[in-house]
């Protein structure tokens, strides 16, 4: 006798055939694995161990070969963005319950990519000549594991993998800042970037566990939905959850009153290494704050629209009235004001996050777009002055006193990235990114901060324009300005700096960054287009 089994729990066949049982039509909890979407932070990450490991066995002659190594990896993470260009892909989702995805690879996420990879092939290519001054192995490592969490972040869309990627992208430039042996300042500056970043980590996660235990849920949709009808009873928790979150990206945005750590970070790291802090790490806070005020919080615009304004319009002004006050005879007063001046920006950068509070997403293109142009142009200032060090390691600013004299070009690019900060002609696309972030602050009726952004903006032409006539003023007054017959190598101020032949990977930076900034100043729409549409 046969038995019938089609009703039977479990039942896997009949006398004829098989039967489709329950747990074959229930949905499968294996995620399955977009390898495509995940290429440029994964070729990154096994970059990154393949350097450690090469490092064992490279004999100490050889181990330049590591920095072309990370310069191709990185130029090969950037080619694989160019097959997700259609923004549509997403892994490590859900099988079960309300469709939510851990990884995105949308317009927003490739753009950022393309932003930090790109700042860290640039980083490289800074470093490559300095590089033989400090353990290769270990700064090769630190910079490709630092913008592999950094390519990471912008994808992430979930709380857990948005802190870990930031821890992954901030460790390795602890490290960074204090790898040059030997040199107290660089210990000093390591330790306080150190332990103002556990504090405000430790400030976050308190905040993230906060949001966690309000909705039940990591995932930043889920939560902007379980967010918009929160019980009254949890809802003082749910807005300090929200609150602190922000706080720990403050920090990492370099937001007044949490950019401290700024000067003194930036002077004592290597100049390659403060270059990509202010760009790449700097890029990585924003990018974290959007995803988590954008997406996961937008039912709480009401906290976080207000907090985020004033941050803005305190950032800007405590930036530029420091730059402001930097004297041209101290010593590393250039990478000082850069310094500060990378604190007014993120400040402008802060403006449009809070203008999506009052209107639409939409304007955080306004954020991208004005990063886009702060990275190329801030990133060449860091490349001129790496090349003045070479000769003035004080790098104050009246050693560029004559530059156009000793290194036209040089002087060209400088003063040109610097007017592209200053908002000026010829550097059209800064001018345009900031009526970029102007109008944004307009159109969400802020204009309170439109005007104190215009304030700032006129404040930091001075210091701007005091810079860039530095550098066509005659060599002869020198020492005059200055008050001193000796320039930091010990040559004499009324002498043209000395002339020597400038390595190739840093002249191409410098190149890079000077075509990138005029081809941008020609055609700005190149990204002045993110500004008017919706990345997500």
């Known amino acids: 006798m046969t038995a019938d089994l089609s009703t039977a729990p479990g039942a896997l066949t009949t006398g004829q055939g098989v039967l489709t049982t329950a747990a074959d039509t229930a949905p499968s909890v294996v995620q399955s694995i977009d390898w495509l979407a995940i290429a440029p932070p994964t070729l990154t990450a096994l970059a990154a161990l393949l350097v450690l490991v090469a490092d064992l066995f490279l004999p100490g002659h050889r181990k330049k070969l590591l920095g072309y190594g990370t310069l191709t990896a990185l130029a090969g993470a950037l080619a694989l963005l160019i097959p997700l260009r259609a923004g549509d892909r997403a892994t490590f989702c859900v099988t079960t319950g ?32 300095d590089s033989r001054r400090l353990p290769a192995g270990e700064y090769w490592f630190l910079l490709l594991a630092s913008a592999a969490g950094a390519a990471l972040l912008p994808a992430a869309r979930d709380l857990a993998t948005l802190v870990v990627a930031l821890e992954v992208a901030s460790l390795p430039a602890f490290a960074l800042v204090g790898i040059k042996r030997g040199d107290r300042r660089s210990s000093e500056a390591a330790l306080k970037f150190f332990l103002s970043s556990v504090v405000a980590t430790a400030v976050m996660l308190l905040g993230v566990s906060f949001v966690y235990a309000t909705t039940g849920t990591l995932h930043l949709t889920e939560i902007a939905a379980r967010l918009a009808d929160v019980p009254p009873v949890l809802d003082t928790l749910a807005k300090t959850g929200v609150v602190l979150t922000l706080v720990g990206f403050a920090f990492k945005t370099a937001a007044a009153p949490f950019h401290f750590w700024v000067p003194d970070t930036y002077v004592g790291a290597p100049l390659p290494i403060a270059a990509y802090l202010s760009v790449v790490g700097k890029t990585v806070g924003f990018s974290g704050l959007i995803l988590v005020t954008v997406i996961a919080f937008p039912s709480y615009a009401d906290v976080w629209g207000p907090a985020v304004a004033v941050l803005a319009a305190l950032t800007m002004t405590v930036g530029n009235v420091a730059a402001l006050r930097q004297r041209a005879d101290r010593a590393r007063s250039a990478v000082r004001l850069l310094a500060w001046s990378s604190v007014a920006q993120a400040g402008y950068l802060l403006v449009p996050i809070a203008a999506a509070a009052y209107s639409s997403d939409e304007q955080i293109g306004s954020t991208v777009a004005y990063a886009l142009m702060y990275a190329v142009v801030n990133l060449g200032a860091f490349a001129v002055a790496a090349l003045v060090a070479r000769t003035k390691p004080g790098n104050r600013i009246a050693d560029y006193r004559g530059l156009y004299a000793a290194r036209p070009l040089a002087a060209l690019a400088l003063g040109f990235f610097l007017l592209c900060l200053a908002g000026l002609p010829p550097g059209v696309i800064g001018l345009f990114a900031k009526v970029t972030v102007f109008s944004a602050a307009v159109d969400a009726g802020l204009g309170w901060l439109a005007v104190v952004m215009a304030v700032n903006v006129v404040i930091a032409l001075y210091y701007y324009l005091q810079w860039t006539a530095i550098l066509f003023r005659s060599p002869e007054t020198t020492e005059a300005a200055a008050g001193t017959t000796k320039t930091a190598t010990g040559t004499p101020a009324s002498e043209p700096p000395h002339r020597f032949r400038a390595p190739a990977p840093l002249t191409t930076a410098i190149a890079l960054t000077a075509v990138a900034g005029i081809l941008l100043s020609g055609a700005p729409q190149l990204v002045l287009r993110f500004a008017a549409v919706n990345l997500f």
């Open 98 to 129: 309300t469709p939510a995805c851990s990884y995105t690879a949308d317009y927003f996420t490739l753009v950022i990519q393309a932003l930090v990879l790109g700042g860290a092939l640039l980083t490289a290519l800074l470093s490559l000549d």
